[in-house]
């Protein structure tokens, strides 16, 4: 379907400049490094809400998660169960608020920095801060790649221009306005992308002739699901797949649980909570994200698997056939082909909101960990906003270079991949540091390095989706994986993040007894 491109032009420049307009006040808004890093402290529960929702919510959800639930089918609804209670009501009520106030009371400013000032460490910190250096940089190309594949579709954009002119937009505001900035932009793209995906949820139910009419339809296509994934346990887009299938493994374990408890511990989004102003703030906030992760993940996950129903009915092929095998090209395919011109605008709009919104809290995340964790910490530079800026600009390259070189159907795993390391590694530490009166320092190092050596361990060497791809199980032992099914389909997440977790009790149980000895 083609887009008028005059009328794209008009409103692609009316979004950039209203976005390039958030930068500059970002940018008058920013004079010390309080304002860079954790926006003042002083967000308003509107902007707190729309910007974690939308930093959550990427192109990763979109396309790549949507991509995923037109193959795998609507089990995925599952994860907007988690998304909420975890992702936002756990989150928000209870890490939240004691998030906002040790970190106003440590004078935080970053996660590693959270990390390092609740067990008094600078071991915690620079380790906390290596660990966002080497893992982030392959979610934040997942999110360049979904952004750039829809403007190369919808515009018709050479692939690689339209990845490095995304990039440098954003890199643009971030680097200048900081988390002022960088909030601001969130919250009014997390309102596109609100009303974006309320109308994709509609217009699908129009062109497929109802409720009631698409999910009997794709209830009945069951038998269309090819041989190799029924093989392994799927059993139509409309139902669970069988109960410990190669399938079901990889839907609850890797999807579900790794991207529902992953966000617990996803440093981009507990600096959210470091910029509100009181308790009050963070209930207001939770009022807003439950209602809007609903939205964005519930309509990306339903409309993913009734694409099926689309392609089927258009040209008798499955969603994944019709998009040449590549996930990540499913919904953008079913966008240009199914929509209305208007709609295609507005939803190239959400999509650019989603993957901008994310994309830019990455890019600051990355880049303050870089010049206040690693590179300058303990110096005055780590507070430096000329440094942290360059730390931007670093981490935002490093980023381009990793997206031209991830293959296709990525997206989702590399949301996945990111967010697992990030559980394992941080939240039983994290958690234990927030919350108890003496945290113990040795358990909160014995947990990190655990999670994230037995996480890179089962990801490179047992995990079949990771370890295939990387290689180094198949050049010492022979094979993709050291182990077969169904151990080859359980993501590292499952057994990295209880031992981190039995660590950490340990080790603070021996603590809390030292201390009543003494």
């Keep these: 379907m083609a887009v008028d491109p005059l009328i794209t032009g008009l409103v692609v420049v009316a979004y950039l400049a209203m976005i390039i307009g958030l930068g500059i006040y970002g940018y008058r808004k920013t004079k010390i490094a309080e304002d860079y890093m954790v ?9 707190i809400a729309l910007s974690y929702g939308a930093t959550f919510i990427s192109t990763a959800a979109i396309v790549g998660f949507g991509g995923v639930a037109a193959n795998l089918g609507m089990g995925l609804i599952w994860l907007t169960v988690l998304n909420i209670g975890i992702g936002v009501l756990l989150a928000f009520v209870v890490f939240g608020k004691r998030v906002r106030r040790i970190g106003k009371k440590l004078g935080a400013f970053t996660f590693p920095d959270l990390m390092g000032k609740c067990y008094n460490s ?12 080497l893992s982030m940089p392959i979610y934040s190309a997942a999110i360049l790649i979904g952004g750039a594949r829809f403007i190369e579709v919808t515009l018709g954009i050479q692939y690689t221009t339209a990845l490095l002119g995304f990039a440098l937009l954003v890199g643009l505001y971030v680097v200048f306005g900081g988390l002022i900035a960088v909030m601001y932009t969130d919250a009014v793209q997390g309102a596109i992308m609100a009303v974006g995906m309320g109308l994709l949820l509609v217009l699908t139910y129009i062109k497929l002739g109802g409720v009631t009419v698409a999910h009997s339809a794709l209830t009945g296509m069951s038998e269309l699901v090819p041989a190799a994934l029924t093989a392994q346990g799927h059993m139509g887009w409309t139902a669970m797949p069988a109960f410990g299938s190669p399938i079901w493994l990889t839907l609850v374990t890797t999807m579900v649980l790794g991207v529902g408890i992953g966000v617990l511990a996803q440093p981009q989004l507990i600096v959210r909570f470091m910029t509100a102003r009181d308790d009050r703030s963070m209930n207001r906030a939770t009022l807003i994200g439950g209602p809007f992760i609903l939205l964005m993940t519930g309509v990306a996950f339903t409309v993913g698997a009734l694409t099926n129903v689309y392609f089927y009915q258009r040209s008798g092929e499955i969603a994944l056939t019709a998009a040449g095998g590549n996930i990540d090209s499913i919904i953008p395919l079913y966008i240009t082909s199914a929509m209305p011109d208007l709609f295609v605008i507005i939803f190239m709009l959400t999509l650019l909101s989603a993957a901008m919104s994310t994309l830019s809290s990455l890019f600051h995340t990355m880049g303050t960990a870089l010049a206040c964790d690693v590179w300058g910490r303990g110096r005055a530079c780590a507070l430096s906003l000329r440094a942290n800026k360059r730390g931007i600009l670093i981490m935002m390259v490093i980023s381009i270079i990793v997206a031209l070189l991830l293959p296709g159907s990525i997206i989702a795993r590399a949301t996945v991949i990111f967010m697992g390391l990030c559980a394992s590694a941080f939240l039983p530490a994290f958690v234990n540091g927030i919350s108890s009166q003496s945290p113990c320092l040795i358990g909160a190092k014995a947990s990190m390095l655990s999670g994230a050596i037995i996480w890179a361990i089962w990801t490179a060497f047992v995990h079949a989706a990771e370890s295939g791809a990387i290689g180094l199980s198949q050049l010492i032992f022979g094979a993709p994986s050291v182990l077969g099914l169904p151990y080859s ?6 057994v990295a993040l209880p031992v981190s977790l039995i660590v950490m ?4 149980i021996r603590h809390n007894r030292n201390l009543k000895a003494e």
């Excluded at 389909?489 to 499952?494: H, Q």
């Design 122 to 133: 600078p071991f915690l910190q620079y380790v906390s801060g290596i660990i966002i250096l």
């Design 489 to 494: 389909a359980i993501n590292p997440l499952v």
């Design 505 to 508: 009790v340990v080790f603070q």
């Design 39 to 47: 926006a003042g402290r002083n967000s308003h529960p509107l902007v």
